[in-house]
Each structure stands twice: as structure tokens, then as C-alpha cells.
Nanobody, 126 residues
Framework: QVHLEESGGGSVEVGESLRLSCAPS????????VAWFRQAPGKEREWVAY????????DFTASVKGRFAVSRDAARNTLYLQMNSLYPDDSGMYYC???????????????????WGQGTQVTVSS
């Protein structure tokens, strides 16, 4: 069982930045996919980004490429989603998700993840 502790949401204006944190509880696992999804009111949950911790490889949905980055502090067992140049369309509840797996092929579908954080709200105002 993996518990994910999320933090870092908030309210910002267009063009500003936020950094979300995701800390998996089970540090004994060394290979897993950690992803962020977001959901705006009335919309479906959409994949934003993921990292495969075994290699550090990352990928992002097209709308955030060049603006968002994922990094990992192995000593703190924490992953970060750095969000820059935020737009109102980036607003929503952001969820961290994890899947323990050896394969480096992370999923961009929510069904591919077994563990979920509680979510943190991001609001970008114009």
C-alpha cells in the first residue's frame, strides 16, 4: 500500500508559478510511475505529466510542454510538479497518482494508477 501526500496548490494570477509536491509513503519501492492529473469543474480528469522514477524519464501533455517540469528529490522521497506561466485553463484539482511497476512505460490514463493523493486545488485568475 502506498499513501501519497500532496501539497502546494493555491491561487495565482496569469503568468505566475506554483510547485506541487507529491510524497509517496513507501520508500521501499524504487521503480514506479508518478503522475499528475487535473480535473476542472464539469470536465473529465485529464493527465498532465508523469515521471518514471527508475530512470527519471518524464512526459507531459501537449498543453503544458515547455511550461511544466517534474523533478524528484530522492533523499526526501518527494516529487515535484513545477508549473510556470500558468493560464486560467490550468485551473482545477490536481491529483498525484502512483503505480508501482518495473516497466518504464508509464500510462497517461487514470486506470493505470493504483494509488491516489487527496488532491490540491490550483486556481489561476486573469
Amino acid at each position: 500500500q502506498v499513501h501519497l501526500e500532496e501539497s502546494g496548490g493555491g491561487s495565482v494570477e496569469v503568468g505566475e508559478s506554483l510547485r506541487l509536491s507529491c510524497a509517496p509513503s513507501a520508500s521501499t519501492y524504487t521503480h514506479y510511475c508518478v503522475a499528475w492529473f487535473r480535473q476542472a469543474p464539469g470536465k473529465e480528469r485529464e493527465w498532465v505529466a508523469y515521471m518514471y522514477t527508475g530512470s527519471g524519464a518524464t512526459d507531459f501533455t501537449a498543453s503544458v510542454k515547455g511550461r511544466f517540469a517534474v523533478s524528484r528529490d530522492a533523499a526526501r522521497n518527494t516529487l515535484y510538479l513545477q508549473m510556470n506561466s500558468l493560464y486560467p485553463d490550468d485551473s482545477g484539482m490536481y491529483y498525484c497518482a502512483a503505480a508501482v511497476q518495473i516497466s518504464p512505460s508509464c500510462s497517461s490514463r487514470s486506470s493505470g494508477y493504483h494509488y491516489w493523493g487527496q488532491g490540491t486545488q490550483v486556481t489561476v485568475s486573469s
